[in-house]
C-alpha cells in the first residue's frame, strides 16, 4: 500500500460512496464472467438503492445489525469496503469485500478480511463468504488468505442470471 489505510465502521452517509464503489469494482472483476447487461448503466443506481436500505435499516439487536467496514486514505477517501452479515446459525456472512480498481493486490482486501476475521473471532463466530467460480482472482485469494472450500453451488444476479459459485470459510477460532 502507497499510504497508510485505516479501517472504521461505516454507517448511512457511507451509502453513496460506497455503492459507486460497489459497481466500479463489479464492472471489473466480473467483466466475461457476469452478463453484460448486469453490469450495465443502472448498475449503480442499483447499488446505491440497496446501500441505502442496507444502511438504514433496523436490524434489532446489535448481534443481528450487519457492519460495514471501510478502508479508507488518510484523507478519507475510500479505497474498499467488507460488509458483515449475521446469520441465524450463528455464522457472519461476509456479503461484500471489494477493493477500488486499480488498487487490488495492494493489501486492503487483506486488511480488510483481517478486520472482519477478528470482529467475527471475538464475538465467537465463524465467518463464511460466496465467490463466483470463475472469478479466478478471488478465489486465489481466499484460499491464500486461509479460507476453507465448504459448499459449491448457484448464485442468482441481476437479470436472472445464474452462475457457479463456492462457499468458503474461516473458523472462529482463526
Known sequence: MDSPIVVRTGGPADAAAVATLHADSWRTAYEGIVPAEALGDGLAGERL???EIRLTADYG???DTPVLLIAEEPDGTPVGFAYLVPEPDGRVLLDNLHVRPGRTGGGIGALLLRAALDRTAAAGRPLRLEVLRDNVRAVAFYEREG???TDERV??????HLLPEYEYLWPATT
Open 155 to 160: 448464485a442468482a444476479f441481476p437479470g436472472g
Open 61 to 63: 439487536p446489535p448481534a
Open 147 to 149: 479460507g476453507v472450500r
Open 49 to 51: 438503492a440497496i446501500w
